[in-house]
């Protein structure tokens, strides 16, 4: 079946650092990608998404490529904030005529200032 | 904009008691869906609907029930609570098109406890 690994954390990092977590997934057939994020006490909220191979998703500075050759979506920003220290899950969503969305275990980021 | 609204937003229960825990939306979405999630797992998917009347079985569909007698409600019962139960509990609710997009809007959350 479907699945999507991601980096375990949680995950440190210094004010204005760069960030990667990574994600990879098994799929059948040509699945849409997605980062989502939780904020505490609440419902998760979509960041990016991309649809298509080599597409690239991107919004708030971060960004992630749907890479088909090494089945990845890796999520980067280039200098992390004390508020982006919140979940980050990475999903999938398998082709037409589903409406399944499948999710990795989330990767907690704490920034420090 | 009141969006996905579930309640209760907390509950703490009895090994073998019941309930129901009611999510609703105001968005006039098609799908709606209940996740769980808990601790290094992730979300995983209970139940789901793509209609008025319809439901289907998610990822983890034992122990639980689900009603959408109403297209802007979506009901997950409990019949006879576990310990295994405890988790947080989600909905999400799309429209058809952010469903094939993989736009979910989902609710803050109901915390159950299981004693």
């Known amino acids: 079946g479907d699945s999507v690994t991601q980096m375990e954390g949680p995950v440190t990092l210094s004010e204005e650092a760069f960030l990667t977590i990574n994600c990879t997934y098994t799929a059948t057939g040509y699945p849409s990608l997605f980062w989502y994020v939780q904020y505490p006490g609440e419902g998760l909220q979509l960041l990016l998404k991309a649809t298509k191979a080599d597409d690239k998703g991107s919004n708030k500075g971060f960004e992630a490529t749907y890479r088909k050759e090494t089945t990845s979506f890796h999520l980067e920003k280039g200098s992390v904030q004390v508020s982006d220290s919140v979940v980050y899950f990475c999903?999938?969503?398998?082709?037409?005529?589903?409406?399944?969305?499948?999710f990795g275990k989330g990767t907690k980021l704490s920034v420090i200032p | 904009n009141a969006g996905v609204t579930q309640t209760p937003k907390f509950r703490v229960l009895k090994t073998g008691q019941s309930m129901t825990l009611l999510c609703a939306q105001d968005m006039n979405h098609e799908y709606m869906y209940w996740y769980r999630q808990d601790p290094g797992m992730g979300l995983r998917l209970i139940h789901y609907s793509v209609g008025e009347g319809t439901t289907a079985k998610g990822e983890v569909p034992d122990g639980y029930n689900v009603s959408r007698l109403k297209k802007q409600n979506f009901l997950l019962g409990l019949e006879s609570a576990a310990p295994s139960q405890t988790s947080v509990y989600f909905c999400?609710?799309?429209?058809?098109?952010?469903?094939?997009?993989?736009?979910?809007?989902f609710g803050e959350g109901s915390r159950l406890t299981v004693l």
């Open positions: 999903a999938l969503l398998r082709g037409a005529g589903s409406y399944q969305l499948t």
């Open positions: 999400a609710s799309s429209s058809g098109r952010d469903a094939v997009t993989g736009e979910l809007f």
